[in-house]
């Protein structure tokens, strides 16, 4: 049974680039959100995305986006990269009916910005 | 603002003994906190949750408290080993799957 799977595992980009993250969520689940946990950090909420919209939202400017799609998967995109936004970007599933049950995180994608 | 914090950053303990992480939160309305471990190139790991309308719970090794009174919570690890080296969050579920983390523990275990 497959779980979180992200793509790529790590990513070099330059400062004022743009980057797509991508996520395939655990197999039966619906809802996928995103964080960003810079190092030595705990993960921040970016945002979530259920039924191809997005739901939820943290504390993150609008260079941060996102899409899901109607196989469930999802895409994180970052424009106009900052040196800050170098991180380890996560993504999590679930299956938004059972209210935080089974709440999956994937391995993350490393993002540096130089 | 960040609701869920802890109190350490690094802990260390030896081989064999029992762990214990600490964690405080500040909204008491708050009503389902989750135990995460992330090992070093990995995503958080759930270990155990625990809603409020419970004081404790346990699982394979691993004990949840859960003060009220106070808005504290801890994970008990009972004879730790080496595999349990790792950063702990303690995290809360603020609906509809918005899960957010306080800053971590990293677990030493000596020899």
């Known amino acids: 049974d497959a779980g979180v799977t992200q793509s790529p595992t790590h990513l070099i980009k330059t400062r004022g680039q743009q980057v797509t993250l991508r996520c395939s969520p655990k197999?039966?689940?619906?809802?996928v959100s995103w964080y960003q946990q810079a190092l030595g950090q705990g993960p921040q909420f970016i945002f979530q995305?259920?039924?191809?919209?997005?739901?939820q939202r943290g504390n993150f400017p609008d260079r941060f986006s996102g899409h899901q799609f109607p196989n469930y998967s999802s895409e994180l995109n970052v424009n106009a990269l900052l040196l800050g936004d170098s991180a380890l970007y996560l993504c999590?599933?679930?299956?938004?009916?059972?209210?935080?049950?089974?709440?999956?995180f994937g391995s993350g994608t490393r993002l540096t910005v130089v | 603002g960040e609701s869920v914090g802890l109190h350490l950053p690094t802990l260390s303990v030896q081989e064999g003994d029992n762990s214990i992480i600490n964690c405080a939160y500040s909204?008491?309305?708050?009503?389902?906190f989750i135990w995460y471990k992330q090992e070093s190139g990995k995503g958080p790991q759930f270990i155990i949750d625990?809603?409020?309308?419970?004081d404790k719970r346990q699982g394979q090794r691993v004990t949840v408290l859960l003060n009220k009174t106070v808005k504290h919570l801890s994970l008990q690890i009972a004879a730790t080993q080496p595999g349990d080296s790792a950063v702990y969050f303690c995290?809360?579920?603020?609906?509809?799957?918005?899960?957010?983390f306080g800053k971590g523990t990293r677990l030493h275990i000596l020899p």
């Open positions: 197999s039966g689940h619906d809802t």
């Open positions: 995305y259920y039924e191809e919209e997005e739901r």
């Open positions: 999590a599933s679930s299956l938004r009916s059972l209210g935080g049950y089974g709440y999956t």
């Open positions: 995290a809360e579920n603020q609906g509809d799957d918005k899960i957010i």
């Open positions: 625990i809603r409020s309308n419970m």
């Open positions: 909204n008491s309305a708050s009503d389902y």
